[in-house]
T-cell receptor
Framework: GQNIDQPTEMTATEGAIVQINCTYQTSGFNGLFWYQQHAGEAPTFLSYNVLDGLEEKGRFSSFLSRSKGYSYLLLKELQMKDSASYLCAAWDSNYQLIWGAGTKLIIKP | IAGITQAPTSQILAAGRRMTLRCTQDMRHNAMYWYRQDLGLGLRLIHYSNTAGTTGKGEVPDGYSVSRANTDDFPLTLASAVPSQTSVYFC?????????????FGPGTRLTVL
């Protein structure tokens, strides 16, 4: 079956670095998204990886290993506003997105 | 401001009632989607439309119907609401369907069925 796994909740300290992992099993693979979702709001796009390796975008970076079915989102210099849920989603062979349940990131001062 | 609007923001509905959730985008995107989000579960696709005049079923289509009469609007109808349809509903759009385009989300509708 198709499945996306990510930790339910993580806690980190303001100014630190945190890595949120995502493993996926999909019928075919056409790329992986990371979205940010603040409580009560819509998901917003962070990154998209289709090739192996690290994509850096300011304080946020995303990594993909297709052979391992694994991705991570790296957040540096954490700020209080980064407190949110982070959603991992992968395309299946029918071009439908399969979503993880999200990782709730709590930032402490 | 360009984007996606949804209405209503929230609604409490008696079981058995009919309800239409509205979604409008002004980005001229060809593809639109309806998802539901429940606590502890990932977003689940209900229905999608790759272009005006066409629609398709997602992972959880039962109890829901959609139409796509034009590019901008994609309403979702619950013909006879049941408590299990209590959820947050998000509409999304992308430039092209059936490809790996980024999806952009509306603000959501929080629906409670009693």
């Amino acid at each position: 079956g198709q499945n996306i796994d990510q930790p339910t909740e993580m806690t980190a300290t303001e100014g630190a670095i945190v890595q949120i992992n995502c493993t996926y099993q999909t019928s075919g693979f056409n790329g992986l998204f990371w979205y940010q979702q603040h409580a009560g709001e819509a998901p917003t796009f962070l990154s998209y990886n289709v090739l192996d390796g690290l994509e850096e975008k300011g304080r946020f970076s995303s990594f993909l290993s297709r052979s391992k079915g694994y991705s991570y989102l790296l957040l540096k210099e954490l700020q209080m506003k980064d407190s949110a849920s982070y959603l991992c989603a992968a395309w299946d062979s029918n071009y439908q997105l399969i979503w993880g349940a999200g990782t709730k990131l709590i930032i402490k001062p | 401001i360009a984007g996606i609007t949804q209405a209503p923001t929230s609604q409490i509905l008696a079981a058995g009632r009919r309800m239409t959730l509205r979604c409008t985008q002004d980005m001229r995107h060809n593809a639109m989607y309806w998802y539901r989000q429940d606590l502890g579960l990932g977003l689940r696709l209900i229905h999608y439309s790759n272009t005006a005049g066409t629609t398709g079923k997602g992972e959880v289509p039962d109890g829901y119907s959609v139409s796509r009469a034009n590019t901008d609007d994609f309403p979702l109808t619950l013909a006879s609401a049941v408590p299990s349809q209590t959820s947050v509903y998000f509409c999304a759009s992308s430039e092209v369907g059936g490809r790996t385009d980024t999806q952009y989300f509306g603000p959501g509708t929080r629906l409670t069925v009693l």
